[in-house]
């Protein structure tokens, strides 16, 4: 059965940081490029970085760039990994972040950036 298992997200002030973590399980995690999208209350769900296969080419949106950090760990046990690094957090990064391994998601991990 595939699982996709996001944790780390919670309440940080400004220009913090968080980690969050997707726990992959039940398919061939180094056979996917991986993603993780984003979707803030009353908008559509949006993409936000996406990792290769092998972890070689890394994209972001525009909006985070510079500031997040997508990275993957291809662990050769049933459980692997893709991590998303978030530094220099804004209010407007506040939404339920979600990971992506086509055709499969997540159930999501709430980030709220607030003072």
């Known amino acids: 059965q595939v699982q996709l298992v996001e944790s780390g997200g919670g309440l940080v002030q400004p220009g913090g940081s968080l980690r969050l973590s997707c726990a992959a399980s039940?398919?061939?995690?180094?056979?996917?490029?991986m993603s993780w999208y984003r979707q803030a209350p009353g908008k559509e769900r949006e993409w936000v970085a996406g990792?290769?296969?092998?972890?070689?080419?890394?994209?972001?949106?525009d909006s985070v760039k510079g500031r997040f950090t997508i990275s993957r760990h291809n662990a050769k046990s049933t459980e692997s990994t893709v991590y998303l690094q978030m530094n220099n957090l804004r209010p407007e990064d506040t939404a339920v972040y979600y990971c992506?391994?086509?055709?499969?998601w997540g159930r999501g991990t709430q980030v709220t950036v607030s003072s």
């Open positions: 992506f391994a086509n055709p499969y």
């Open positions: 990792i290769s296969r092998a972890g070689s080419t890394k994209n972001y949106a």
């Open positions: 039940g398919f061939t995690f180094s056979n996917y490029a």
